[in-house]
């Protein structure tokens, strides 16, 4: 059987955003790629929570049948960041973080893991992404994502792991960090050049953009959201949605033709984040539903 493994943060978040407040609110980034990715898969997690994470939110993911075996709980309080969002709701602007049990995770992973066909390294220090890397047998399929501290702080260990994976799942913010390049178009063709056979530039509000050298660009717009509450976490959504229909769709290493497909799986899930707090509104969402939004998104693109 296919199945998707993430490694990444396990969270309580504070955010302020224009549209209000929400504190101490269940967050990070395997939370919210395991939320949209159990839509369409079974998904394994790897993390570290405190003493403090409750059992209601523990539940959120076991009810849909997302493997926790992964999941360590040890003495502390679980990860804490706090944001806030101004008058650009495509950057949070980060007021406080708090590793708490964090700052010591040892990714060890299970057994039953080890032979995950696709596997998601969320946005966690990049040593951290590469023991991952060492302990998984032959995947098929392996995407990473990342973020501006660590390119700046562990800049040669990131590139050690661009080098490995599949796919880079990046901001365009980020992108250009990394490569020194002022340009979008140019700082994705470069990213390709360090390893990864594709890249995913998200673009927020205007979508996404997935390139490969032997088969170019693909423009995917974001469905239109009028009421934007919580940018929070719809990177990892994105990444969910689009590893969620590799799985469940794809059994062999993805074409091209798949990745356009699952971009826009992955849009269709992200599009759900924003619209609340938390994962409060991407937790909701229907099969039913996730199928009448993809079908309008489908009319706005061709693949």
Same mark, same amino acid.
């Given at each position: 059987?296919?199945?998707?493994?993430?490694?990444?943060?396990?969270?309580?978040?504070?955010?302020?955003?224009?549209?209000?407040?929400?504190? +101490?609110?269940?967050?990070?980034?395997?939370?919210? /790629?395991?939320?949209?990715?159990?839509?369409?898969? =079974?998904?394994?997690?790897?993390?570290?929570?405190?003493?403090?994470?409750?059992?209601?939110? +523990?539940?959120?993911?076991?009810?849909?049948?997302?493997?926790?075996?992964?999941?360590?709980?040890?003495?502390?309080?679980?990860?804490?960041?706090?944001?806030?969002?101004e008058?650009?709701?495509? *950057?949070?602007?980060?007021?406080?973080? &708090?590793?708490?049990? $964090?700052?010591?995770?040892?990714?060890?992973?299970? *057994?039953?893991?080890?032979?995950?066909?696709?596997?998601?390294?969320?946005?966690?220090?990049?040593t951290?992404?590469?023991?991952?890397?060492?302990?998984?047998?032959?995947? +098929?399929f392996?995407?990473?994502?990342?973020?501006?501290?660590?390119?700046?702080?562990?800049?040669?260990?990131?590139? %050690?792991?661009?080098?490995?994976?599949?796919?880079?799942?990046?901001? *365009?913010?980020?992108? =250009?960090?990394?490569?020194?390049?002022?340009?979008?178009?140019?700082?994705?063709?470069?990213?390709?050049?360090?390893?990864p056979?594709?890249?995913?530039?998200?673009?927020? %509000?205007y979508?996404?953009?997935?390139?490969?050298?032997?088969?170019?660009? $693909?423009?995917?717009?974001?469905?239109?959201?009028?009421?934007?509450?919580?940018?929070?976490?719809?990177?990892?959504?994105?990444?969910?949605?689009?590893?969620?229909?590799?799985?469940?769709?794809?059994?062999?290493?993805?074409?091209?033709?798949?990745?356009?497909?699952?971009?826009?799986?992955?849009?269709?899930?992200?599009?759900?984040?924003?619209?609340d /707090?938390?994962?409060n509104?991407?937790?909701?969402?229907?099969?039913? &539903?996730?199928? +009448?939004?993809?079908?309008?998104?489908?009319?706005?693109?061709?693949?």
């Open positions: 059987m296919q199945e998707v493994l993430v490694i990444g943060s396990l969270a309580y978040d504070s955010v302020k955003t224009p549209s209000g407040v929400a504190k +101490r609110s269940l967050g990070g980034s395997a939370n919210y /790629f395991s939320v949209a990715a159990s839509l369409f898969a =079974k998904v394994r997690v790897v993390g570290v929570v405190g003493t403090d994470y409750s059992a209601s939110d +523990r539940e959120i993911l076991s009810s849909r049948g997302v493997d926790l075996t992964g999941m360590q709980t040890v003495s502390g309080e679980t990860f804490h960041w706090e944001g806030t969002y008058a650009n709701l495509n *950057e949070a602007v980060t007021l406080k973080t &708090e590793l708490n049990v $964090f700052a010591t995770f040892n990714p060890e992973i299970p *057994e039953a893991y080890k032979n995950s066909s696709h596997v998601f390294l969320a946005n966690i220090e990049p951290l992404q590469l023991k991952v890397l060492s302990q998984i047998k032959n995947p +098929r392996v995407g990473m994502d990342t973020m501006n501290f660590w390119i700046s702080s562990k800049k040669s260990d990131l590139l %050690e792991v661009i080098k490995n994976v599949n796919i880079v799942f990046m901001n *365009e913010t980020e992108a =250009k960090m990394l490569t020194g390049e002022n340009n979008t178009i140019k700082a994705i063709k470069k990213i390709v050049t360090l390893g056979k594709y890249v995913v530039v998200k673009r927020g %509000e979508g996404s953009t997935l390139y490969s050298v032997d088969d170019g660009f $693909f423009n995917c717009p974001a469905l239109p959201i009028e009421n934007v509450v919580d940018p929070t976490g719809a990177g990892d959504s994105f990444a969910g949605g689009f590893f969620g229909y590799l799985v469940k769709n794809v059994s062999h290493v993805p074409a091209w033709s798949d990745l356009k497909q699952a971009v826009v799986a992955g849009t269709v899930m992200s599009s759900q984040t924003i619209q /707090f938390s994962l509104a991407l937790k909701q969402i229907t099969a039913a &539903e996730y199928d +009448r939004l993809h079908g309008l998104l489908l009319k706005q693109i061709s693949i």
